[in-house]
């Protein structure tokens, strides 16, 4: 693909310059005109990334021969082919991801068009087993996955947690960081960094590490969204506010994960989808999320996990129409956050590391739909609201279709292997419990 040089952004004024039209693109034009996927420079190495990257842990899953969930190659065929005709040319995946399927399912993908035509991301995600020979087997699997002799980003997964003590046996005591080095200083690795979920604590000291000149880090991967910008928990994972700070006044390259929060900033409550829809009617619920991200001019690439067509063409329509948000919009955008702070959501993701359950639990199917419940308006509050007895029997209904029962909140014995699994630090018993105390209480009618 023809690229046009990306002129390098410092500031809002300088940010809306740099997204105004560089190419044109094949395919459907949006409703603003020429569609122009929006590039930005590696100041380490020149790299012109897609500020939309394709986050490869939702991919598409169908049953099997054998009744076993497995990825629907075909559908991933087809959008990675749409998503680099269109200009998206970062591609993020772990070997974690979908329980060890995802990488093969990317390399097949993407292996079909010439590499120099793409960046490839995955991760060192040794959580279960940090030793050296395990950690070394995945690193080698993951090339061979991905069909590739070389990758472009590859992360330490998921640091933080933990701090120090984590880090130290899953990197340095087994010997990887110093091995990663050899092979960065090889060709393999390109870019070396980590992604991060923890506490500001936590991430001082990975900056110090960077000061100190003991680790140098290419790119972070850090979770960034218009509620944890200012509303994470504080204690257990930083606002983004802080960790853009420390990253940007290094001048370390920002990649975003869970710019929608696992698909919840897309499929707001009514009273804030509302709001939005007043001042953009034409624009979907999802391009605000991703317009708050891109407004920072440090953010490399936003990874958005597109489980079907429709959403990579809502995506592909946002960036190619990219516009920042202005002071005033991202002034509502953190009324919007406060808003949502309001409803007694699970803060889960969807990313589904807690899985699989040694006692079958659904996590994440319980959790998504008792959110989806709540931002739907069908979550059944008081025997005195309106509507009540209607929609308590759809919540009944609709969770025994989702949820399969054996697999329900009630299961759980609290035996908390999920506990150390989960990057949003999630007590998952316990709002699993929560959960089962609500359906218990529709079912006897005590609520």
């Given at each position: 693909?023809?690229?046009?040089?990306?002129?390098?952004?410092?500031?809002?004024?300088?940010?809306?310059?740099?997204?105004?039209?560089?190419?044109?693109?094949?395919?459907?034009?949006?409703?603003?005109?020429?569609?122009?996927?929006?590039?930005?420079?590696?100041?380490?190495?020149?790299?012109?990334?897609?500020?939309?990257?394709?986050?490869?842990?939702?991919?598409?899953?169908?049953?099997?021969?054998?009744?076993?969930?497995?990825?629907?190659?075909?559908?991933?065929?087809?959008?990675?082919?749409?998503?680099?005709?269109?200009?998206?040319?970062?591609?993020?995946?772990?070997?974690?991801?979908?329980?060890?399927?995802?990488?093969?399912?990317?390399?097949?993908?993407?292996?079909?068009?010439?590499?120099?035509?793409?960046?490839?991301?995955?991760?060192?995600?040794?959580?279960?087993?940090?030793?050296?020979?395990?950690?070394?087997?995945?690193?080698?699997?993951?090339?061979?996955?991905?069909?590739?002799?070389?990758?472009?980003?590859?992360?330490?997964?998921?640091?933080?947690?933990?701090?120090?003590?984590?880090?130290?046996?899953?990197?340095?005591?087994?010997?990887?960081?110093?091995?990663?080095?050899?092979?960065?200083?090889?060709?393999?690795?390109?870019?070396?960094?980590?992604?991060?979920?923890?506490?500001?604590?936590?991430?001082?000291?990975?900056?110090?590490?960077?000061?100190?000149?003991?680790?140098?880090?290419?790119?972070?991967q850090i979770e960034m969204n218009y509620i944890d910008w200012r509303h994470a928990d504080g204690v257990r994972?930083?606002?983004?506010?802080?960790?853009?700070?420390?990253?940007?006044?290094?001048?370390?390259?920002?990649?975003?994960?869970?710019?929608?929060?696992?698909?919840?900033?897309?499929?707001?409550?009514?009273?804030?989808?509302?709001?939005?829809?007043?001042?953009?009617?034409?624009?979907?619920?999802?391009?605000?999320?991703?317009?708050?991200?891109?407004?920072?001019?440090?953010?490399?690439?936003?990874?958005?996990?597109?489980?079907?067509?429709?959403?990579?063409?809502?995506?592909?329509?946002?960036?190619?129409?990219?516009?920042?948000?202005?002071?005033?919009?991202?002034?509502?955008?953190?009324?919007?956050?406060?808003?949502?702070?309001?409803?007694?959501?699970?803060?889960?993701?969807?990313?589904?590391?807690?899985?699989?359950?040694?006692?079958?639990?659904?996590i994440p199917g319980v959790f998504q739909h008792y959110n989806r419940s709540i931002t739907e308006g069908t979550?059944?509050?008081?025997?005195?609201?309106?509507?009540?007895?209607?929609?308590?029997?759809?919540?009944?209904?609709?969770?025994?279709?989702?949820?399969?029962?054996?697999?329900?909140?009630?299961?759980?014995?609290?035996?908390?292997?999920?506990?150390?699994?989960?990057?949003?630090?999630?007590?998952?018993?316990?709002?699993?419990?929560?959960?089962?105390?609500?359906?218990?209480?529709?079912?006897?009618?005590?609520?």
């Amino acid at each position: 693909m023809n690229r046009r040089d990306f002129l390098k952004t410092s500031g809002a004024a300088a940010l809306a310059a740099a997204c105004a039209p560089r190419k044109k693109i094949a395919g459907q034009a949006g409703n603003d005109g020429e569609e122009q996927m929006i590039y930005r420079e590696n100041p380490g190495n020149g790299d012109r990334v897609s500020l939309l990257g394709f986050g490869c842990m939702r991919w598409p899953m169908i049953k099997g021969p054998d009744g076993k969930d497995i990825i629907d190659q075909e559908a991933v065929n087809e959008m990675v082919d749409y998503a680099i005709e269109h200009g998206v040319n970062y591609f993020d995946t772990s070997p974690a991801y979908l329980q060890g399927l995802s990488e093969d399912a990317a390399g097949k993908a993407l292996s079909r068009h010439p590499r120099e035509s793409y960046y490839i991301a995955t991760k060192l995600s040794n959580f279960g087993n940090a030793s050296a020979q395990a950690s070394i087997e995945m690193y080698h699997r993951s090339f061979e996955q991905l069909r590739t002799e070389y990758f472009d980003y590859y992360l330490l997964h998921s640091i933080g947690r933990g701090g120090k003590d984590a880090f130290n046996r899953r990197y340095m005591e087994n010997g990887m960081v110093p091995f990663l080095l050899k092979e960065k200083e090889a060709g393999r690795i390109r870019n070396l960094g980590f992604s991060f979920h923890g506490s500001q604590q936590e991430f001082d000291y990975f900056m110090e590490l960077e000061d100190s000149g003991e680790m140098h880090w290419d790119f972070c991967q850090i979770e960034m969204n218009y509620i944890d910008w200012r509303h994470a928990d504080g204690v257990r994972n930083a606002n983004a506010e802080y960790l853009y700070a420390e990253l940007d006044k290094r001048g370390i390259p920002i990649v975003i994960m869970e710019p929608l929060l696992g698909g919840r900033l897309a499929n707001v409550p009514e009273g804030i989808s509302r709001q939005l829809k007043e001042r953009e009617p034409e624009k979907s619920i999802a391009s605000w999320a991703f317009r708050f991200c891109g407004t920072f001019p440090r953010v490399l690439c936003i990874l958005s996990g597109m489980t079907s067509m429709d959403p990579l063409l809502d995506n592909i329509n946002t960036f190619g129409h990219f516009k920042p948000l202005t002071d005033e919009e991202l002034a509502f955008m953190e009324r919007m956050a406060v808003q949502m702070k309001e409803y007694p959501l699970v803060n889960c993701t969807d990313c589904k590391y807690c899985m699989p359950c040694p006692w079958g639990i659904d996590i994440p199917g319980v959790f998504q739909h008792y959110n989806r419940s709540i931002t739907e308006g069908t979550f059944a509050q008081s025997r005195d609201q309106k509507d009540y007895a209607k929609l308590k029997k759809a919540y009944l209904r609709s969770y025994d279709k989702a949820v399969a029962t054996v697999r329900q909140a009630d299961r759980c014995i609290h035996c908390k292997e999920c506990l150390p699994r989960c990057p949003q630090s999630i007590s998952i018993p316990r709002e699993l419990e929560r959960i089962a105390r609500y359906v218990e209480s529709l079912k006897q009618d005590t609520l």
